[in-house]
Every structure is written in structure tokens, then in C-alpha cells.
């Protein structure tokens, strides 16, 4: 007897666990071997629980050692390097050649790899200690901004959700992204890959569904504290601009070619990190009297 | 009254659980939404009962439960707040000129581990500082035993003397430790006869506290006594009931077992600490259209 596939049922990525949509809602997406896969059409309900595991998940991830976020940043690489033989057939499911396929995941693992370095080196390039009148020790460092809403580059199905998913969480935020609305399914299996990394439940949340949906959501919730658009239409930008302003949420827009190897840096970490400078009451710290 | 306690009816665990279910699933939304809301806010019992309470630690519960969230208007106060004994005059004295009432726990709570001579005095400390309401807890031990007649003693003592101060009187089963649906019925019934003005839960002590089944069995119990004797009993589920959505689901319960004459704060209560915020944050929501943040809300 001939053995029937088990395909995979496509859910979405929320506080580590793999629910369905709770609207129940699907869209349906053709492949290239024609098979159609019924994609969860996330409602603004699933946004938020999005955002209250994040907002839970922040506290503990942005606590944690640099160096440890590091290495699991590192740990992600890890892992999709040894599925990477499943992204390409889901990339080449999704229209890509297979060389175009074999230069998305090189780059993606290469991009967390990149990331992973930066975890525990930013904060000291960033960081000052600044000469002040009074008698203070006075020192500005990077904090992480909280819970950052990614809206992900429609174009790209693996590349361009990593280049933004990895320096929001190395710099000690946590996130919610919507994928690519034409090719999402890289993107839960990239979640696959995230919930065995080590990386703590809620940290990323991915979830699919429509952008034009969404966008006024991910834009309005009070408890978020940051929103990247990856794309670039221009009314959705405008909602985005004003719904922003009620919480003060900063409004990034990275419409970028995350192909070019000019498109990572320790600038994309700091973009979602806030300025702390603190006055410590003290005056000379050092034997030599100098005075900072 | 003569009433066997042994003859308590028995619990249908299963009927009990998918009735659960079925409130469950029950859609409020809008207008409704908002009121059912503001009904929970003010049937809360806002709770603080710790170890660690000091004086500066009731005053701002107090003043929270007077004023939930000052940036909406039109919120209710919350029923009452609840503290320990020695904790009552300085709550009474922060909430002067208000509605809401002080309830305070009693009889070597939340144990109950203790002499009736000293469940007495404990009780009557609360009510000479001034307690509009006693949160007594019943001896599990006793119970499981199957000494009935001490469990409905103790209630009818204390009730005796809160009758003397005019105050009202719940009593705690802590369902989680006296386990069996059948034990909490019977719980119910003893509390209900020795004269419980509440029947409450849970002290919250303990990691099993309000669960919905369990709330649905003591309402039978409050609606039996109802249709025997005309009067109404208050019911008071405590402890883990901390989102809005879950308090929906507990008034929905309530409605549909036992009516509009008992949706009101004088006949049911929450005991919970956080549920305030998490109704506020709903409440902040149905009045802006967006998702709120607790970064807004007070957290005392």
C-alpha cells in the first residue's frame, strides 16, 4: 500500500507554544508542487495575546547575561543550519531558485551568527561616561526599549524576518512579528527552529495574517514600545505614524535590501535600545583625582 | 432546623463540568461588556493578607479601593477591602466617608488551627477595631474526620457574636484542601444552617483556590437553601480569579444559576488582588478602542 505524506498544519508562534488563530480564519497559498497550505489569518486578539507574552517575557530575557543571549542567539544559528536542507525545499516551494534558496538561508544563519557577536559588545561602544559640572560620576548606557511589533519584509521569506528578529532580541527586547503575507510559511518553521534554541517562551512571536489587517493594531496597543515597518506602503505608514503617537511608541521604517551584507550592524540594536544616564553620587573614582 | 449533613446530595461531577463549560462560552461584548465589568470591579473584596503588611501597605489599598483609576470617570469603589485583625482600625480610618466596607479574616486564619476560646478573641478583635464583615475559616481536619457537628458549632459561635456587632459573616471552606465536590456541597450546607451570611472558597493560601466547578456546586447549594427557606445567601469564590474574563465567566455562572436578585455586591464578591487592574485595563479598552497598558494603572 501506498504511504499517504503527513504534511504539516502551518499554526502560528505564540509564548513558545504553536496555537491556531483563535478567529479560526485561514488563507489559503499555492505552492509550487501545487499544494495549497491553509495559512492562519491572525486576528487582533491573537496580536494581543502576542504582546502579553511578550511584555511577561521581557522581564526575564532582558535580565539575562549579554553573554548568555549570545550564545543563544548562536544556538538559533545552530539549529537552522542542521534544517537547512528543509528551508530550501520550503523556499523552493515559495518560488525561489535553488541558488536563490541556497544564498537566503547562508545568509539568515550567517545574519544570527553576526547578531550573536554584538550581544555582549554594543553596550561598551555605546555606553559613555560624561564630564559633568557637579560632583557626580555620571555614565549613559543602552537599555532595551521592551516590546518591539515588526511588521516583516513582504519580499523576503527567511532573510529579511532574521535581519530584524535578531538585533531586536540581542539587544534584549522581545518581539512580535507579522511574516510576510505571500510567503509565511519559512516563517513558522523558523519559529520551529526558535522554540529549540533555548531561546524562553514569548521572546518571539511570529504570527501570519494580513498586513492590512493588522498594521493599525500592531500600531495602536498601548503596551508596545516600538513598531518597524519593513515595507512600504505609504497609508499604512501614515496610520502607523498616528496611532504611534498615543503610548510615544518609536516608529522605524527599514524598508531595506537585506541581501546586501551593508544591511546588518550594531546600529539596528541601538535603534531599539533607550539612553539611560545615571548621576551617582560620588565624585573621584580614581587616584589620580581626574575628574570625569 | 434538623437537617442530616450526611444526607447531602451528592455531586454529578461531569453534569457539573460541562454546565462549566457551557457558561463558558457565553459572548458579552460592548455596552454589556462594560457594565459586567464595572459590576465585577465592584463586587471585589481587594485583598491584602500577608506577613509583610504594614500599615502604609493598607492605606494605599484602601485609597485604591475608593478609587480604582481616577483617569476614568464613573468607575465604582470596590465592595470592601480585606486585611487582617490588627489591620482593621487602620483600614476603617482610610476608608471614612466611604461605601466601601472592611472584612477581616478571623479565627487563626488561614489555618484555623486553633482553640475556640482564642477563634473568639481573634474575632472579636477584628470586630471591636471595627470589621463590617468576618472571613472565618472552618477546621478542615474536623471535617474530613466527619465531625460535623464541631465544624457547625465553631460557624454557629462566631456567628452568634458577629450577630452581636451587626456584621456580616462568610465562611471559608478552602475547597482545595476538603477536595471532593461532594465534601464542598456539604461544606456548604453546614455553613449555610450554622447561619453564614457568605459561603466563601479559599483563603488563598494555598496553590488549588477558586475554581469555577467548584463555585457552581456551592451556588446549588446557596439556590436549594433558597427555594427551602426564602432566604438569600452570599457566595464569595477567592483566590486565582485574576483576569476580566474570567470574572465574566464567574457573573455569567451566577446569573444563570441564581438570577438578578444576586448580582449585586451585597450577595456576591470577589476576593482577589489583581483582578482589579485587568478589569481596569478591559475597561480602559472598551473606552479607547486600542489595547491598554499596565503601565497606566496604579499597582497598589
Redesign the interface.
Known sequence: MERIEVLKTYKIFIGGQFPRTESGRYYPLKLKNNMTVNVSLSSRKDYRNAVIAARGAFSGWSARAAFNRGQILYRIAEMLEGRKDQFLEELKQLGYTPAAAKKEVEQSIDRLVYYAGWCDKYQQLFSSVNPVATSHFNFSVPEPMGVVAILADESSALLGLVSVIAPAIAGGNTCIVLASESKPTCSITFAEVIATSDVPGGVVNIVTGSRKELHSHFSSHMDVNAIINCNTEKDFNKTIGENASLNVKRVFTWNRNWSDEKEQGPYYITDLQEIKTTWHPIENIGVSGIKY | MAYDFRQSPVVDQVGIEERVARFNTRSIKKGSKVQALKLALNMIDLTTLEGKDTEGKVKQMCYKAMHPHLALPDLPTTAAVCVYPTMVKTAKEALKGSKVKVASVSTAFPSGNSTMQIKLLDTKLALDNGADEIDMVISRGEFLKGNYNFVFDEIAAIKDLTHKYNARLKVIFETGEISTLDNVRRASDIAIYAGADFIKTSTGKIGVAATMPVTLVMLDAIKDYYFKTGIQVGMKPAGGISTAKGALQYLVMLHETLGNAWLDNKWFRFGASSLANDLILQLEKEAKG???????ISVD
Open positions: 486600542v489595547y491598554y497598558s499596565k503601565d497606566y
